[in-house]
């Protein structure tokens, strides 16, 4: 058992504690936590610094707003509702389309206005919120999934993380939703998880549950070796987030979008190590170096230009 730990430490895999001491408390301010847990706080930093974000199209704060939800979503045919402060993806709803007066899910299943209205009530009773807290329930563009990602994908939308370091893109993923997952890009409820590297852009081979894969599953195209597009533009929108939050150790959630290009999703003040298991290699070098080196790093364009240096693979 020990000589395994020594293994895994010597290939610089992080463990879960090291991340909170070293890296989360250290680099990462308390006070700065709701410009990241709060979605429409998000947005509306990135927007302010030119960052693509899908377009809001309402926000609901109050039970009485809900009962309207009709009327607001009438000139939509398609878009997304989420939790303002949701996390792993709970309490996402995406319609797709509509017939009449139901609403259609990815799946082809069709809800009724009484039963989104339902949907958002329990978003703002903090059903799906980060401490169970009351919530509000954001509305936004549904994402046209582009071409190169929706064909090593099983419904939902795939959406790429990449782990940001003092401004660094260190590491990354795209994880793509399968129907075990329910079209969900969820690691833990069955999604793939497949490395990228760093310089090119390219996917490495992919890991689903416990078994290393290079096919999709349920489309049975191959995964490894896809060339990620508009990657130059991921690695600096990541980078920027540094300085859009001001969170040393961060995760940076960005989608394609067929016509939009990429958008960021999210942020996350409390990345997961699942990304090391997708890419095979440790974050804890990869961090080391760039605590030793960044303090020429002065701008996006630097720091992406390291990262593309060092951590070609």
């Keep these: 058992m020990l000589k395994h730990y020594r293994a895994l430490l010597n290939k610089g895999v992080m463990g879960i504690n090291k ?23 998000t947005k509306k930093l990135a927007t302010e610094k030119g960052l693509g974000v899908p377009e809001l199209y309402g ?25 303002a402060h949701g996390s792993g993806g709970e309490g ?17 299943l069709l809800l009724k206005e009484s039963e989104l209205v339902h949907h958002v009530v329990n978003i703002l009773s903090g059903m799906y919120s980060l401490g169970g807290h009351p919530d509000s329930a954001l509305i936004e563009y549904r994402i046209q999934v582009d071409p190169v990602l929706e064909s090593i994908s099983f419904q939902g939308v795939p959406d790429i993380r990449i782990i ?34 760093i310089a090119t852009g390219t996917t490495l081979n992919a890991v689903w549950f416990n078994d290393v894969v290079t ?12 060339q990620i597009p508009y990657w130059d533009t991921l690695l600096s929108f990541a980078s920027s987030c540094y300085d859009l939050t001001g969170l040393g150790y961060q995760g940076v959630d960005i989608v394609l979008d ?47 230009a390291f990262a593309k240096q060092h951590f070609s693979v």
């Design 92 to 108: 996402i709803l995406i319609i797709s389309g509509r017939r009449g007066s139901f609403y259609r899910k990815p799946n082809g």
């Design 258 to 304: 067929k016509k939009k290009g990429p958008l960021i999703l999210e942020l996350n003040a409390r990345p997961g190590l699942n990304i090391q298991i997708a890419n095979m290699t440790g974050l804890s070098h990869r961090l080391q170096r760039v605590e030793a080196q960044h303090h020429g790093l002065h701008d996006t364009e630097a720091r992406v």
């Design 19 to 41: 991340r909170n001491g070293d890296y989360i408390l250290a680099y990462n301010p308390r006070h700065l936590y709701p410009l990241v847990d709060d979605k429409l706080r």
């Design 215 to 226: 096919e999709h599953p349920d489309t049975g195209h191959k995964i490894s070796g896809v």
């Design 164 to 197: 940001v370091f003092m401004g660094v893109p260190v590491l990354s993923m795209v994880r793509l939703p399968t129907r075990i997952a329910n079209g969900k890009a969820n690691l833990h409820q069955g999604a793939i998880g497949a490395g990228v590297n």
């Design 59 to 83: 926000v609901v704060e109050i039970v009485r707003q809900a009962q309207d939800l009709p009327k607001l979503l009438s000139q939509y045919e398609d878009f997304v509702i989420k939790p």
